[in-house]
C-alpha cells in the first residue's frame, strides 16, 4: 500500500469547530490512477495535501511510502516523492521566466547541474510549450500557465504525482492532451491522483474517491461509481453524458441493453439497438 | 448596452523586442442585451479582449464603441466605463484581499450612493444568488475558502455592482456542476432582464446552451461569429474537426461513422435525446 489513511479528520479553525475532513479512510496502491471527485468545498484539496505535508496530520494515521506523515524530519521526503500541481497556477511560481521556474525546483532538490538543461527542455516539450522557455510566467495566458506550473512539476519526475483541477483552464483539445499526459505517466509506471470537475476524466481511471463534505462516500470502479445515479445524485454530481442519455432513453420507453460509461460504448450500444428495429 | 469593435489590434511588447500580437484586425458588433460567447484555444486573444472592453488597456489600432462612444477617445470619462461593465477575471481569487467575505463583496459599492442597509442587501443578493448561506459566510476570511467558493465569492463582488454589461473571462472554470448550472442560469436571467453579456469559456455545453451569439478567435484573429447555433455547426464542418464541439455533437460523428447518422442541427444534449429518441423508437427511418 503506498498510501493507507485511517480516521483522518482535520480543522482549519483554531477551535476545531468545523471539519474540514471527517474519518476520512483512504487506501491508494503503487501505480494505481486514482480520481477524486466531489462538489466545491467537500475537501479534494485538503486531503490531497496531506499526502506531501503541506497539511499537518491533526487526527489519524497516514502512512505515505511507509512513512508516518507526522515524522517532521521526513517532510522533505514526502515533498519529493510526492509532486503536486495545484488549482491555481499563478501560486506557485517564484521566478520571473520560465526556464528558471523549472530549474528552480529541480535545484531545490539537487538535481545534478548538467542534467538541468536537459530537464528543463524535456518537461516544456511534454506539455508542448518549448517556445515558452524565456517567456515571463505572468505574461502567459490562462492555459499557458497552468501549463507551465504542469512542467514544473514533471521536471521533478515524482513518484506520486497530484493534479488538483489542472484541466480547469484548458480548452477541449489542451484537457485531452493533459488527459493523455496523465496517462502517458501512469503507464510509465507512475502513481496518478487525479482531482476534477470533469466527470469525463475520471472514466479511465483505475478507482474513483468520491467526496462529500468532508467525507468519503464512496471509494470504487469507475463504473460501480459513475453510474450509479442515487450516489451521484447524494454527491451533488452530474454522471457522464452516456449515463445520462441511457437513463433518459429509458424514460422514452427505448431500452439499450448496458449502461455504457464512454461515448464508445454508446454508440456501440445505439448501433446493437438500431439493428434490431 | 450596445458594443462596437472596428480593425482591433493589439501586441503586447515583449522585454527582448519581440511582439505577441494578441488581436489582429477583429471587428464585429454586439447588441445590447446579447448574450455572446466567446470561444478560441489557449492563447488566441480572448482575455486581452476583455482587457480592451474593460478599457484596462489601450488597443495598439482600431476602436472600441461603448453606447456609440469610443472609449480610447481623448476626453471620453473612463469612470463612467468603470460603472457600466463589470469584469470577472479568469483567476478572480486574486482579486479578494478584505478581512471578511461580506466586506470584499461590498468594496465595489463604495461609491455607489446606496445606504448601508442597501450595501448589506445588495451584498447578501449577490452572496446568495452564487449559492452561499449569507449568515454563515460573511464574517468568514476570503482566504479560508475553498478554490471553487473564492470564485463564487469574486464572482458575487462583480453582480453587487449590477453593471450593465458584464464580461465573464472562463466563470465556471473550477465551479462543481451544479455550481456550473446555477450561475448560468442566473447570468442567462439577468440577460433577460436587459444585461448585455460576454462570457469566455471552453465549456463548450455551456457556450452552446446559454450563449445567444458566439464569436471564435483563433491566433488573434476572429475567424467566425453568428448565431450559437449555427456556428457550432459550421464549426463540425471545419478540418480540423475536434475545436469548438460540444459532447452531443461528438457523438452524433461517431454515429454518423458507423452509418447512423443524426440531424446536422445536434449541438446540445437535448437536442440529442430528442434525435436518438425519434431514430430508437421505429419514429426515424424505420
Ligand atoms: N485555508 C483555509 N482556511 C479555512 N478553511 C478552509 C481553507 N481552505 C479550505 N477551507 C474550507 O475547508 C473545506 C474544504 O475545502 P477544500 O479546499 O478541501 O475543498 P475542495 O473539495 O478542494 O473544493 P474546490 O472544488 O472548491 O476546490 C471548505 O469548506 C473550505 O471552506
Ligand atoms: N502581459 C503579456 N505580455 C506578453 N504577452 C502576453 C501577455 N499577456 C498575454 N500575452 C500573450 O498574448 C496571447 C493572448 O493571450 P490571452 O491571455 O489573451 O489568451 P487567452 O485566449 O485568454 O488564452 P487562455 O484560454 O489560455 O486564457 C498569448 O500568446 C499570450 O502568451
Ligand atoms: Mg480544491
Ligand atoms: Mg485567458
Given at each position: ?8 479528520s482535520?480543522?482549519?479553525?483554531f ?42 496530520l491533526?487526527?489519524?494515521e497516514?502512512?505515505?511510502a ?94 506520486i ?21 496523465m ?10 491522483i ?30 460501480a ?36 460509461l ?15 428495429i | ?61 482600431g ?23 463589470g ?7 486574486y482579486?479578494?484581499f478584505a ?5 470584499d ?6 461609491h ?11 451584498v ?12 454563515k459566510?460573511?464574517?468568514?476570511s ?52 436587459g444585461t ?14 446559454y ?61 440529442l ?5 425519434q ?6 427511418r424505420?
Amino acid at each position: 500500500m503506498l498510501i493507507a489513511g485511517n480516521n483522518i479528520s482535520f480543522s482549519y479553525d483554531f477551535d476545531g469547530s468545523s471539519l474540514a475532513l471527517q474519518n476520512v479512510d483512504i487506501r491508494i496502491e503503487q501505480g494505481e490512477f486514482v480520481a477524486i471527485l466531489g462538489c466545491n468545498g467537500s475537501g479534494k484539496s485538503t486531503l490531497v495535501k496531506h499526502f506531501n505535508a503541506l497539511l499537518q496530520l491533526q487526527q489519524g494515521e497516514l502512512r505515505v511510502a511507509q512513512i508516518d506523515a507526522r515524522n517532521e524530519k521526513d517532510i522533505w521526503y514526502l515533498r519529493r516523492l510526492c509532486g503536486m500541481v495545484f488549482q491555481n497556477p499563478d501560486q506557485q511560481f517564484v521566478s520571473s521566466v520560465v526556464e528558471e521556474e523549472i530549474a528552480f525546483g529541480l535545484e531545490n532538490y539537487e538535481t545534478p547541474r548538467d542534467e538541468i538543461p536537459n530537464r528543463i527542455q524535456a518537461a516544456l516539450a511534454l506539455v508542448e510549450m518549448s517556445g515558452y522557455a524565456k517567456r515571463a510566467p505572468n505574461t502567459l495566458s490562462g492555459g499557458e500557465k497552468q501549463r507551465i506550473a504542469l512542467a514544473g512539476v514533471l521536471a521533478l519526475e515524482p513518484e506520486i504525482i497530484i493534479f488538483d483541477e489542472v484541466t480547469a483552464m484548458l480548452d477541449p483539445n489542451g484537457r485531452q492532451e493533459v488527459v493523455e499526459i496523465m496517462h502517458k505517466l501512469h503507464g510509465a509506471g507512475k502513481t496518478i491522483i487525479a482531482i476534477t470537475h470533469y466527470v469525463e476524466e475520471a472514466v479511465a481511471a483505475d478507482k474513483v474517491i468520491l467526496m462529500h463534505k468532508g467525507r468519503v462516500l464512496a471509494c470504487g470502479g469507475p463504473r460501480a461509481i459513475l453510474s450509479d445515479l442515487d450516489l451521484m445524485r447524494e454527491a451533488e454530481l452530474i454522471p457522464p453524458l452516456p449515463v445520462r442519455l441511457y437513463h433518459d432513453l429509458r424514460q422514452a420507453g427505448v431500452h439499450l441493453r448496458h449502461c455504457p460509461l464512454t461515448d464508445e460504448e454508446l454508440v456501440e450500444e445505439i448501433w446493437q439497438l438500431r439493428s434490431k428495429i | 448596452m450596445a458594443i462596437k469593435i472596428e480593425n482591433l489590434s493589439y501586441s503586447y511588447l515583449q522585454p527582448f523586442g519581440e511582439k505577441v500580437e494578441a488581436l489582429k484586425n477583429v471587428s464585429c458588433s454586439i447588441a445590447d442585451g446579447d448574450f455572446v460567447g466567446i470561444m478560441g484555444h489557449t492563447g488566441c486573444g480572448k482575455t486581452t479582449l476583455l482587457q480592451l472592453l474593460a478599457g484596462l488597456r489601450a488597443p495598439t489600432s482600431g476602436q472600441i464603441y461603448v453606447n456609440g462612444e469610443e472609449i480610447n477617445a481623448k476626453g471620453y470619462d473612463k469612470s463612467s466605463l468603470r460603472q457600466t461593465v463589470g469584469v470577472v477575471f479568469q483567476n478572480p481569487e486574486y482579486q479578494l484581499f478584505a478581512t471578511t467575505v461580506e466586506k470584499d463583496v461590498a468594496f465595489g459599492l463604495k461609491h455607489s450612493g446606496l445606504s448601508r442597509q442597501e450595501v448589506t442587501a445588495r451584498v447578501q443578493w449577490a452572496l446568495e444568488t452564487m449559492g452561499f448561506d449569507f449568515a454563515k459566510i460573511r464574517s468568514q476570511s476570503p482566504l479560508a475558502l475553498s478554490g471553487g467558493e473564492k470564485r463564487r465569492v469574486a464572482i458575487a463582488g462583480v453582480l453587487a455592482r449590477k453593471p450593465e454589461i458584464l464580461l465573464f473571462d472562463e466563470p465556471i472554470a473550477g465551479l462543481d456542476p451544479y455550481g456550473r448550472e446555477n450561475f448560468l442560469r442566473f447570468v442567462g436571467e439577468i440577460n433577460q432582464a436587459g444585461t448585455t453579456v460576454l462570457m469566455v469559456s471552453h465549456n463548450m455545453e455551456a457556450l452552446a446552451e446559454y450563449t445567444k451569439h458566439l464569436l471564435v478567435l483563433e491566433q488573434g484573429r476572429l475567424i467566425d461569429s453568428g448565431p450559437t447555433r449555427e456556428v457550432f455547426v459550421r464549426l463540425k464542418q471545419r478540418k480540423n474537426g475536434a475545436f469548438g464541439q460540444t459532447k452531443a455533437q461528438k457523438i452524433a460523428t461517431l454515429l454518423a461513422e458507423v452509418k447512423l447518422p443524426l440531424s446536422s442541427g445536434v449541438v446540445t444534449y437535448a437536442d440529442l435525446l430528442s434525435a436518438l429518441k425519434q431514430e430508437l423508437t421505429g419514429g426515424g427511418r424505420g
